[in-house]
């Protein structure tokens, strides 16, 4: 099983529409959790940590579910510039270990 | 702070040569990363040191690829000899302990 699994996508959303990501990850002694951002021929950039106690960022929120070893992100009233790719990203120690990322395009 | 800056931007080279891509990272920041970006293997991590001590080297492809940090504000990465298969976006990181890492821009490499 690999560390940290997203499905690929591409997802291809009408702008407004909300879009739900998911990703898993197989040590339960991970520790810490984020959503990266990567635009196309850019560097990922961090999004927002995600916490037990879910955290909210304006139109993102990001879930953490540590008994099923999943995380979520959720986009509402989706933008044009929402376009990417979001890396799902846990950290092991010192060690940081990203997901391969979902693409997202949003259509007008 | 200018970032992680990395270079060159962009390399192009032959099979064979030898290939050095640098970085320096934030001031301050404790822990450098190389990664290496490819469509169909996402993003790997090849190395990562801590104070300028490599700590895992694991995820180094193989004995072509090294890597040195020889002080706190600069390290390389060298391929030595390239092959078409190292094509790919090298990205340097690096961040302050348990904070936020931050990727510099990357370095396009096609070996042709």
């Known amino acids: 099983r690999k560390e940290v699994e997203q499905d690929p996508g591409p997802f291809n959303v009408p702008e407004g529409a909300t879009v739900a990501f998911n990703c898993t990850y197989s040590?339960?002694?991970?520790?810490?959790f984020f959503w990266y951002r990567q635009d196309c021929r850019k560097e990922p950039k961090l999004l927002m940590s995600?916490?037990?106690s879910g955290n909210e960022d304006g139109r993102f929120t990001a879930q953490l579910n540590r008994a099923s070893q999943y995380i979520s992100l959720l986009i509402r009233d989706s933008k044009l510039s929402d376009s990417a790719t979001y890396l799902c990203?846990?950290?092991?120690?010192?060690?940081?270990?990203f997901g391969k990322g979902t693409r997202l395009h949003i259509l007008p | 702070d200018a970032g992680v800056i990395q270079s060159p931007r962009h390399e192009v080279t032959e099979m064979g040569q030898e290939v050095t891509l640098r970085c320096k990272p934030i001031?301050?920041?404790?822990?450098l990363f190389w990664y290496r970006q490819t469509m169909m293997r996402g993003l790997e991590l090849l190395i990562y040191?801590?104070?300028?001590?490599?700590?895992?080297d694991s995820g180094m492809p193989e004995d072509r690829f090294s890597a040195k940090m020889p002080n706190a504000s600069f390290s390389t990465l060298k391929i030595q000899p390239s092959e078409p298969r190292d094509s790919a976006v090298y990205f340097c990181?690096?961040?302050?302990?348990?904070?936020?890492?931050?990727f510099g821009p990357g370095t396009r490499l096609t070996v042709l």
């Open positions: 001031s301050g920041h404790d822990y």
């Open positions: 995600v916490y037990s």
């Open positions: 040590n339960s002694a991970s520790q810490s």
């Open positions: 990203v846990v950290t092991e120690g010192d060690k940081i270990i």
């Open positions: 990181a690096s961040r302050a302990y348990y904070n936020e890492q931050f």
């Open positions: 040191f801590n104070n300028n001590v490599p700590i895992d």
